[in-house]
Structures are given as structure tokens and as C-alpha cells.
């Protein structure tokens, strides 16, 4: 059912944040279909689970402001990235770029994926300037530490993080 350009936008989304959502945004402007692959098997070590993950960004997609849910399809995934997006036929990867911090790894990985699949290119989006700092990773410090999480992620996000720290 393969119809205009699909792309895929792999990460972790543990959990999804305002930085995820705005390079999501950016790629509809791309991309007619945009499959969002969440990694189950993943070496950060997240703390919700794949279908914990892959249920918010659902939600998030859904409740999200402008966003068209109808383009997009969240799938998880425990196979090589380019794997996957070759059994789902994606013309393109999109990764999003913060700063300087994730240059060096996005370098190695487009230059890597590039050669298991040269048909397939790597697109890099940056986040607007207010969510250019925002890694799921310091949204969870924060959290632990009781601080305020609501400038980075959306009230359900912040929700489900909170309970979920109760159980760590
Ligand atoms: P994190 O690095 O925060 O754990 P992910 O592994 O889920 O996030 O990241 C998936 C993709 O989204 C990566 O390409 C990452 O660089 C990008 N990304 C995450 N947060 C942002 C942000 N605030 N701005 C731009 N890109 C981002």
C-alpha cells in the first residue's frame, strides 16, 4: 500500500519528548508516510517498556496539535534498523541533530547504515532552538529528582514518568 515518500525516524522515545515531537513535525513536511520505529532491544537500557514506549508516542501522536495521526504509523522493532526499514519500504532515515553532542555518533551511524543499504539515505532535522537541549535522558534525572518536567514533555508523558519512577 506504498504510496509517495516514507521515511522512518528510529530512537528510543524513553520516553517521548517535545524534541521528538518537533523533528516528527518537521518530517510530515518531508515525507508523506513517516514510520515512527521505537527500539525494543536497546542498549540505553530504557525504563519503560517497548509497549510502554510505543503506547505513548500513540498517544502522543493522537493528542498532539497539528499533527496528522492518518500519516503516521508507530511500530517497534527489535531487528537491525536497516532491516527494518527495508521490510517496510522506506525511501528514507530521518534522525534529529542536537547541537554538537550527537554529531559524532549520527556521523558513524548514517556512514555505517549508508553501506548495509546504499539505496537508502539518512536525513538529519534539527529541533527548534527551545527543544534543541531536551534528551529523554535528562528529562528522566530530572524527574527522579523531583524537578519540574512540564516544558519538555506533554502532561500525560510527564504523568505516566512520574508513576513510573514510584516503582524504580
Ligand atoms: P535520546 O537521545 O533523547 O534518548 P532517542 O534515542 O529516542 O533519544 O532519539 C531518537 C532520535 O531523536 C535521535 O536521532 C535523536 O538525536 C533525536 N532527538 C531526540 N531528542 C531531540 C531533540 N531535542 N532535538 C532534536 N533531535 C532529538
Redesign the pocket.
Known amino acids: 500500500m506504498k504510496k509517495g515518500l516514507c521515511g522512518i525516524?528510529?530512537?528510543?522515545?524513553?520516553p517521548?519528548?517535545?524534541?521528538?515531537v518537533?523533528?516528527i513535525r518537521r518530517s510530515l513536511k518531508i515525507v508523506d508516510h513517516l514510520i515512527i520505529g521505537v527500539?525494543s532491544n536497546?542498549r540505553?537500557g530504557p525504563i519503560f517498556s517497548s509497549e510502554e514506549r510505543v503506547a505513548l508516542v500513540k498517544e502522543e501522536v493522537q493528542l498532539a496539535d497539528n499533527l496528522d495521526a492518518s500519516r503516521i504509523e508507530v511500530k517497534d522493532f527489535g531487528i537491525l534498523l536497516m532491516h527494518f526499514a527495508e521490510q517496510n519500504n522506506a525511501d528514507i532515515l530521518?534522525?534529529?541533530?542536537?547541537a554538537f553532542t550527537?554529531f559524532d555518533y549520527?556521523f558513524q551511524m548514517a556512514g555505517m547504515n549508508a553501506r548495509l543499504n546504499t539505496s537508502i539515505e539518512t536525513v538529519f532535522?534539527?529541533?527548534s532552538e527551545q527543544?534543541?537541549?531536551?534528551?529523554?535522558?535528562f528529562v528522566k534525572e530530572v524527574c527522579l529528582l523531583k524537578g519540574d518536567i512540564s516544558k519538555f514533555v506533554s502532561p500525560h508523558v510527564q504523568k505516566e514518568l512520574i508513576q513510573k519512577m514510584k516503582t524504580l
Open positions: 525516524y528510529p530512537g528510543t522515545f524513553d517521548i519528548t517535545h524534541g521528538h518537533d523533528i527500539a536497546d540505553k530521518i534522525r534529529g541533530l542536537r550527537d549520527e532535522l534539527m529541533a527543544y534543541q537541549f531536551i534528551s529523554s535522558r
